[in-house]
């Protein structure tokens, strides 16, 4: 069983940075391939980024790749999205995601979710 508890939203304007983090309990969490996911009202949640089990691979959409970046520290329990230049577009209540398959996490049906945290960008 996974828990996750995701922070570091807020709001920033047009061009600045926020990095979420996304707590996660369980003794396993090393073992599970993690992604970030956002819904913007009115929209679909759609995938944002995504992370190999060790970290050596990683995954991003279009609309954020060479500003967003995700990375995981294991040993904290963490997994975190890094946000630079930030676009009003980019505001969205983010979610972590786990799940035992990377593909799964992908797709965005995988098995764990946090509450989510609201990213507001203003132009």
Do not use: H
Request: aromatic content about 12%.
């Amino acid at each position: 069983q996974v828990q996750l508890v995701e922070s570091g939203g807020g709001l920033v304007q047009a061009g600045g940075s926020l990095r979420l983090s996304c707590a996660a309990s369980g003794r396993t969490f090393s073992s599970y391939p993690m992604g970030w996911f956002r819904q913007a009202p009115g929209k679909e949640r759609e995938f944002v980024a995504a992370i190999s089990w060790r970290g050596g691979s990683t995954y991003y959409a279009d609309s954020v790749k060479g500003r967003f970046t995700i990375s995981r520290d294991n040993a904290k329990n963490t997994v975190y999205l890094q946000m630079n230049s930030l676009k009003p577009e980019d505001t969205a209540v983010y979610y972590c995601a786990a799940d035992q398959v990377l593909g799964e996490v992908r797709r965005g049906i995988g098995d764990y979710w946090g509450q989510g945290t609201q990213v507001t960008v203003s132009s």
